[in-house]
């Protein structure tokens, strides 16, 4: 998979999934990957002021009287390089990716690793935010997505991995949009109601014109269940020191 350069081998990659409840078809993960010294941030930000916007970028919670908006934010990041877009998707009906690893957490965890490799370059370093959503104490999605990237590419690839929620940050919210607008078509697909011109299929099938070239989709690879669970770790994580 050939990603745009980010200009720096320093990224930060924001993550944001969808599906991750048991009844959705589909199961995807979605990383925005941008160099250290990227302006993209800056640029997010005085859009979000010049349109007077106080509230959370949100594909799901996305109205047709906001789509004019959302169209504009997608404006921006068409003009802007230096950033990329990679997704991971698992469809449930062909292979049931909770059930195999035993719960949805480390699913998650697997289709984040497979995403957030595909974000990196041989030389790249990078620092993951993911999205935070409740989890029971004993899943560690923080040292197993940085131990499953690592131990599969070699090296210290991802130096730390942290659950933020998503109003604290513009990029994390950009990652949603463009997660729910790429996975929405697969979803629609499957639906009774797929030919409804909602705003959110507008602003999918806006998202495909501008930026399908730059947003690629690929399947979860069963490779990335190895090593399927953490009773099967040996020694220290990758990168770590003892």
Known sequence: MNLPDVGTSA???FLDETGVVAQDNFFAVGVLTI????????????????SAWVGEWHF????????SHYKALI??????????????????SNFDVSAVCGDRYVAYER????????????DAQAVVLADEYSTPDSVRFEEDVRWCVNSQLGGNV?????RVSSDSHDLMQVADVLTGAIVYPFRSSRSR??????????LANYVAKELG??????????????????????????????
């Open 11 to 13: 990224r930060i990659c």
């Open 35 to 50: 160099g250290e010294s990227s302006d993209l941030p800056t640029f997010v930000r005085k859009f979000r002021q010049r």
């Open 60 to 67: 799901s919670r996305m109205n047709e009287r906001e789509l």
């Open 75 to 92: 404006d921006l990041l068409r003009e802007h390089s230096g950033w990329s877009f990679c997704l991971t998707l698992a469809d449930r």
């Open 111 to 122: 289709i984040a690793a497979q995403s957030i490799a595909a974000s990196m370059s041989p």
């Open 158 to 162: 991802v130096a730390g991995a942290v």
């Open 193 to 202: 109601q797929q030919r409804r011109p909602t705003a959110k299929r507008r």
């Open 213 to 242: 070239n730059r947003l690629p989709v690929s399947d979860f690879d069963q490779a990335w269940l190895i090593p399927p669970n953490r009773e099967q770790r040996n020694g220290p994580l990758p990168g770590s020191h003892p």
